[in-house]
């Protein structure tokens, strides 16, 4: 059966980018361009693992990842924090993401992490 990843991120065209490369890893995706309703998502979905990016309407990526992070059922999802801002580490510390990857990535590097995180 195939890992989904759910993709949350406003830019349709990270969306379709992710969606073809990561489709392409053998994984199905779903994908949501805001965050405000992660946990009904979550919930509908059931993601073995989420991109999330920190910008993201309306509560944003640190307090999307932190309500998941808090959730007793959905704490143990993966969650790789993605965005082009220059403290990307801090803040996927911030949010509680397991990883993160800087904008623009390589996507050798999308491959790598995602299959890091599915395996753990």
């Not at 990843?5 to 489709?23: G, M, Q």
């Not at 999330?52 to 309407?57: K, L």
Request: charged letters at 30%.
């Amino acid at each position: 059966m195939k890992k989904t990843v759910l993709i949350f991120d406003d830019d349709v065209n990270i969306l379709e980018l992710c969606s073809i490369i990561l489709t392409e890893c053998g994984y199905h995706v779903e994908v949501s361009e805001t965050s405000h309703d992660i946990i009904e998502i979550v919930t509908k979905i059931k993601p073995d693992a989420i991109l999330m990016d920190n910008w993201i309407p309306d509560i944003g990526g640190i307090e999307a990842t932190r309500l998941l992070k808090k959730h007793a059922e959905f704490n143990k999802i993966p969650v790789i924090y993605f965005s082009a801002n220059n403290d990307i580490q801090t803040l996927a510390k911030k949010a509680g993401a397991d990883a993160h990857l800087a904008k623009p990535f390589d996507l050798n590097d999308l491959e790598s992490l995602m299959k890091a995180v599915m395996e753990k």
